[in-house]
């Protein structure tokens, strides 16, 4: 059986997370998959949701099976986190999943039920991992122009003009906030024109919430997708717990549906459901259900939010640091956009061989394209980071 298959690509930011761990250079820097780093380079269990895990071991007094859904309680915090009160409640489901990608399959299979094999239009360029989820639930992708690398700017009116052709009924992939890999944003002005164009064109907006919390703040991080909540009869997002609350292992997410009435939104729930039941039966419990209870209590919210906001901090400052260190080296702006954008990752527009020689030479582990993880920066060592970026871009020499 075995011998049928061929070889598979291995995913390029795992594979290099591989590769950090058995370079055994002391002075290596890891900017390439995206964990958050304090300054110590550690990822630490965040103090709330320690003591949210206590609670659940001390309270837990069953293992028996939770449902398709997972936790009620959970789905519900995490709609009030990503959607607020835009919506009437009575339009939005939840569906706890195996983390954010695991959201982003399940509504990319639940689409594929509503209009097999419907297009989908993806940020250009756009997270590695959505076209291959994409594709595995049996949907087509198109590119749509979003990043202009000169500028370090959104090529918004390139944008809008794609989408205003794309035919009624296609899907639209957002990155919610924090765009992964460009760290460039919409404001909220575009986000209301791009509404516009959704609504008119017929087109269903698919939101990716990978970061909420990690570039302007919780609630300015949701804006846009509340904006848009409010204005477009039919939504999905797939929201990730794995960043903001530091649970990467324990797989925590939310497909949230939107429907245009609460009897559609029933629909669509329902299909979901159906859904993950052939795929996985029913998520994990354990990270969700400490999330829950780090939402649900005011005081451990509390503290989550400043250890979050400290997160958010930090990258900023990293984020300047780090540009005022590559302007004193390169004696130019070209860097400068580091600064403005916002979230854990910028590409720096380096290609891929300088890429490859940063790793090679100076053990800088950055991701093809040249996307940096802005939190992997070394707090005490960005002149010899910037150094090294101007040893291998042509432009230095
Ligand atoms: C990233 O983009 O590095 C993260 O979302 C981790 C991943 O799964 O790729």
Redesign the pocket.
């Known amino acids: 059986m075995f011998e049928q298959l061929s070889p598979a690509a291995p ?1 390029k ?2 594979a290099l997370m591989a590769e950090f761990r058995q370079d055994e250079r002391s002075d290596k820097v890891d900017l ?4 958050y780093r304090d300054a110590d380079g550690r990822t630490p269990v965040l103090s709330a949701v320690r003591k949210a895990e206590q609670r659940l071991y001390d309270a837990q007094d069953t293992k028996a099976y939770v449902g398709i859904a997972g936790d009620v309680g959970f789905n519900a915090a995490m709609i009030d986190l990503a959607l607020g009160d835009a919506l009437p409640r009575e339009r939005v489901r939840g569906a706890q999943t195996p983390g ?2 695991g959201a982003l399959r399940i509504i990319a299979e639940l689409l594929n039920r509503a209009r097999a094999g419907a297009n989908v239009w993806l940020s250009d360029p756009t ?3 959505h076209k291959p989820i994409l594709a595995a639930a049996g949907l087509a992708t198109r590119d749509y122009p979003y990043f202009d690398a000169a500028t370090g700017k959104v090529k918004f009116d390139e944008m809008i003009a794609a989408l205003s052709a794309a035919p009624a009924g296609d899907i639209v992939l957002l990155h919610g906030c924090c765009h ?2 460009t760290g460039a944003n919409l404001t909220l002005d575009e986000w209301r024109a791009l509404g516009e164009v959704l609504v008119a064109r017929g087109l269903f907006p698919f939101i990716d919430m ?1 970061y909420q919390g990690f570039g302007d703040g919780l609630i300015a991080d949701a804006a846009g997708v509340r904006l848009l909540a409010g204005m477009v009869p039919e939504m999905a997002v797939a929201a ?1 717990c ?2 903001n609350f530091g649970v990467y292992r324990d797989r925590v997410g939310c497909a949230m549906l939107i429907g245009e009435d609460a009897a559609r939104a029933d629909l669509a729930f329902g299909q979901i459901q159906s859904v993950t039941r052939g795929a996985y039966s029913m998520p994990p419990d354990h990270g969700g259900a400490a999330v829950r209870i780090v939402l649900e209590d005011a005081a451990l919210r509390a503290d989550w939010q400043a250890e979050l906001e400290g997160m958010r901090t930090r990258m900023l400052r990293l984020r300047e640091a780090f540009a005022k260190a590559l302007r004193q080296q390169t004696n130019s702006d070209r860097f400068d956009f580091l600064a403005e954008h916002r979230g ?2 910028s590409l720096l527009g380096l290609n891929d061989a300088e890429v490859a020689r940063l790793k090679a030479e100076h053990g800088i582990y950055a ?1 093809g394209g040249s996307r940096i ?1 802005v939190a992997g920066l070394p707090e005490d060592d960005l002149d010899r980071i910037a150094a090294a970026i101007v040893a291998v871009t042509s432009a230095a020499s």
């Open positions: 995913d930011i795992l390439g998959v995206g964990i954010g990608c997270w590695p991992n992964n890999p990978a990730s794995s960043k854990m990752f991701v993880n």
